[in-house]
């Protein structure tokens, strides 16, 4: 698509990234990269509780409305909502994101595991909605490993993006649920997919994925992921941005029905 190779040329040679806490400056395109660099912060304040819920959704509004601005301006066509469900149900745009696994790998018969109400992203207290898929692999030594082949697992990029924030310090005994994360910013559905509970992350802020493209490996990452109760699984989540900015979270089960799958 379009837009695809335009933010891959913008991006084009990436940045290096010395770990999750420390964000380099020097990159080639600032007016998106400090949307990343924004974005890294808001986030990492959110789960620490150093700002208030209020002051949180100021921020990630006006965080979001930057990059669809920032996108738009490259590109040749409007990106309305009927251009975005027409990307959603075309053959090809999304990827089943764990390599080597379909659809029956998902939690539940139908994809009940999801369960958006009542969550919100910038009050870190509030619990007990699921607003995601999660995607389990074999692994009943739980060592992070595929039984089947001995080898890690790969997370990949459901469709193409902009990789906004990582995690890579998650350490047993922390609190912080979702263990080493991934956010990526997909300017065509303007929304962010999540990627949770990973072992290794592969890719840095300001990157820019393909479909497909490799993000990091299945791990057990996060407070309760890392319990022996809880299989190893891929925690996906997408919020939809909303007019106003602000996120709501979408049900991606049809996507991943659709999904092509890779070895």
């Known amino acids: 698509m379009r837009i695809a190779g335009i933010a891959g040329a913008l991006l084009m040679g990436g940045l290096n990234m010395a770990s999750s806490q420390v964000i380099p400056t020097d990159s080639d395109e600032p007016a998106v990269y400090t949307y990343c660099q924004q974005f890294q912060s808001l986030y990492t304040h959110i789960r620490e509780q150093r700002i208030s819920p209020d002051s949180a959704r100021l921020q990630f509004s006006a965080i979001m409305r930057g990059l669809q601005t920032r996108f738009r301006s490259q590109e040749s066509f409007p990106n309305d909502s ?48 699921h607003p995601a ?5 074999v692994d009943r030594n739980q060592n ?25 310090d998650w350490k047993p005994g922390s609190e912080y649920r979702g263990g080493n994360w991934i956010w990526v910013y997909d300017p065509n559905l303007h929304g962010l997919f999540y990627y949770a509970h990973n072992n290794v992350v592969t890719v840095h802020p300001g990157q820019w994925v393909q479909t497909g493209e490799k993000l990091g490996e299945m791990g057990r990452s996060g407070f309760n992921a ?36 890779s070895r």
């Open 82 to 129: 009927l251009q975005r469900d027409s990307l959603r149900r075309a053959d090809g745009y999304f990827t089943f994101p764990v390599r080597g696994y379909t659809t029956s790998a998902i939690g539940g018969t139908h994809g009940e595991g999801f369960r958006g109400k009542g969550f919100d992203l910038f009050d870190y207290n509030v619990r007990g909605s």
């Open 144 to 168: 992070n490993l595929d039984d089947r082949s001995g080898q890690p697992v790969d997370v990949l990029a459901m469709s193409s993006g902009l990789v906004l924030a990582i995690e890579t």
């Open 226 to 261: 890392y319990k022996t109760r809880s299989p190893t699984h891929l925690h996906l989540m997408y919020l939809q941005i909303q007019p106003d900015g602000l996120p709501a979270p979408l049900n991606t089960y049809e996507w991943l029905l659709t999904a092509k799958t």
């Open 133 to 137: 898929q999660d995607i389990f692999i």
